[in-house]
């Protein structure tokens, strides 16, 4: 991926949408990296409180796409959906630097600015459940050959899918490294207000870009008679399935309807004259053996997709407790300027950055060599390294907490009530590189395993599902939360969430992640060792 050769394998079209998303990452992390700042201390929240909300909040963001893309994909066209929603997204943003506006202003209020503040969050999230993938899916049609994707069957063009979704991925962690930087720096020294301004200009300047480059996309549609609505079509074969696990007979109707007839006659591809269930599995070309196909191939990744979910625990951790660990170590370079906890997230993107090239050219070529495989490892293997990773990053954060909460221990018993420790934030940056080497691994092949694991009319759903383990991570991550304070107090012992960092214990919160980590970690390569990618059964054929 690293050079320029490889990215002009891609057409304009990819670049371009590249581009747009890097914008829209840009503009989503500048909130939503910093946003438990704002919680604690402006909004007044609790530190275990504002981490539920960040988690919720970026769970149901995460979750939307999950619900939208079905629609999506069934009715819209993938550039409305697109120019729909970033207007939903905008208006979003907008709202948001509206509650911090307002309560600059007006200090009495609280109540009203922070239901307002809720539903300028929310829908944010509304718009980002119908653009990002909608987005992704649209780029990744722009590849010229429809053969291609999902699943390929030379190594060319293989290597092509491979190729868009990291520099996709590339182009995402750009924006999100300057979203993060610039972003957290801005709010920290010149206000929230301001803070929040520049991603919603950022996000309609990405609207007007992806407008004038109208012409120079591929419109891709499905025309035919199984495309029209794949998920009501996926509930009846599923519904008709069980009836005949009860040994139903089911028939068709001989009574046709007008508005059946006209489909036929529109539709001459789709079968006519079907007389029972049992036809319809044996032939290949029917409609309900394709979608009874389909309907197998999303479930069939459940699995799968559950296995991640502690992976997308562990990455809530740098926008929450990683940034309120920070708050509370020494930031100081030079005299004056204090480093933004937040701005260490950059460390995750800049190590995906600087470290990604040196995926396909270092640590492929080994593998091949080891593997004998002429991609060197496969997409479940690539996530599985990952999160050999993340769990390896948990146990550094562990270690670490512990060290800072004995320093901040010894400065108690001396008599020191500052809730500042001697001790650098730069002892975070380890847990930071490591999870981004991780999202190297993980996240890249998560994006290719379910857009290409899904059928050809349903790439929206798959990129859908992708984000959804994040978003269902992180609302498993509040819920860890809950259940932890829920223990501490019933035990009587202080919550490892202590608004007193002194007395917090995220050391066992972390090594609580690390240990459910682990147990994933075997089931899932027990899982891999049954399961097949579609891709692998093709380039066997």
């Known amino acids: 991926m690293a050079g ?6 891609l057409n304009k079209s990819c670049i371009l949408l590249i581009a747009i998303a ?6 989503f992390k500048g909130v939503a990296s910093n946003l438990v700042t704002y919680l604690t201390d402006v909004v007044n929240l609790s530190n275990s409180s504002a981490a539920k909300m960040v988690n ?8 939307m796409p999950l619900l939208v893309a079905p629609i999506a994909d069934a009715y819209w066209h993938k550039y409305s959906t697109i120019m729909v929603t970033s207007f939903l997204y905008v208006m979003g943003l907008a709202a948001l630097t509206t509650t911090a506006l307002a309560r600059s202003w007006h200090h009495r209020n609280r109540t009203m600015s922070s ?25 990744a049609d722009q590849l010229v050959d429809e053969e291609e994707l999902p699943c390929s069957k030379d190594e060319k063009s293989s290597n092509k899918k491979t190729i868009f979704f990291q520099w996709w991925y590339f182009g995402i962690c750009s924006g999100s490294l ?5 972003m957290s720096y801005i709010q920290d020294t010149f206000g929230w207000v301001l803070g929040f301004a520049i991603p919603a200009i950022s996000m309609a300047l990405s609207i007007s870009i992806f407008s004038c480059g109208s012409p120079i996309y591929l419109y891709k549609h499905h025309d035919d008679c199984q495309d029209k609505k794949p998920f009501m079509d996926i509930f009846q074969s599923i519904k008709a399935s069980a009836l005949k696990c009860f040994h139903c007979s ?11 007839e006209m489909e036929l006659q529109e539709r001459p591809l789709c079968p006519e004259n079907l007389e029972s269930l049992k036809d319809l599995d044996k032939n290949p070309k029917s409609s309900m053996y394709l979608l009874a196909t389909n309907a197998k191939v999303v479930m069939r990744l459940f699995p799968i997709w559950t296995m991640l979910l502690m992976f997308a625990v562990i990455f809530q951790q740098p926008a929450t407790f990683f940034t309120k660990q920070g708050m509370t170590m020494k930031r100081n370079i030079g005299e004056n300027f204090k480093i933004p906890p937040a701005t260490l997230q950059s460390a995750i993107t800049l190590s995906i950055i600087l470290l990604m090239p040196l995926y396909d050219k270092i640590f ?21 390294i990952g999160m050999v990773l993340s769990i390896i990053a948990m146990v550094i954060a562990a270690l670490v907490e512990m060290r800072r909460l004995e320093i901040g221990r010894q400065m108690r018993t001396s008599g020191s009530q500052s809730e500042t420790v001697p001790l650098s934030i730069f002892w975070l940056l380890p847990q930071y590189i490591l999870l981004g080497i991780s999202d190297i691994f993980t996240v890249v092949g998560m994006q290719e395993f379910f857009y290409g694991e899904v059928p050809t009319k349903m790439r929206t759903m798959g990129i859908a599902l992708y984000t959804s383990v994040f978003g269902v991570g992180s609302f498993l991550s509040a ?29 066992h919160y972390y090594w609580l992640l690390a240990w459910l980590s682990v147990v994933c970690l075997i089931l899932y390569a027990l899982l891999c060792k049954y399961y097949h990618c579609s891709s692998d059964s093709d380039s066997e054929k």
């Open 4 to 9: 320029g050769q490889r990215l002009q394998k």
């Open 22 to 27: 890097g914008i829209e990452r840009f503009a």
């Open 56 to 63: 919720s909040w970026v769970g149901f963001t995460s979750i």
């Open 115 to 139: 239901s307002f503040l809720s539903l300028s969050l929310y829908l944010i999230s509304l718009g980002q459940g119908g653009y990002n993938p909608s987005l992704q899916a649209f780029g």
């Open 178 to 182: 300057l979203g993060v930087t610039v």
């Open 250 to 260: 089911i028939t068709l109707p001989n009574v046709k309807s007008e508005v059946v």
């Open 364 to 384: 492929i070529p080994i593998t091949k060599v080891i593997t004998r495989q002429d991609k060197g490892i496969n997409v479940m293997q690539r996530m599985g």
């Open 479 to 507: 819920l860890l939360i809950t259940l932890v304070e829920v223990y501490t107090n019933s035990k009587g012992i202080p919550s490892w969430f202590s608004d007193d960092m002194a007395e917090a214990h995220l050391d």
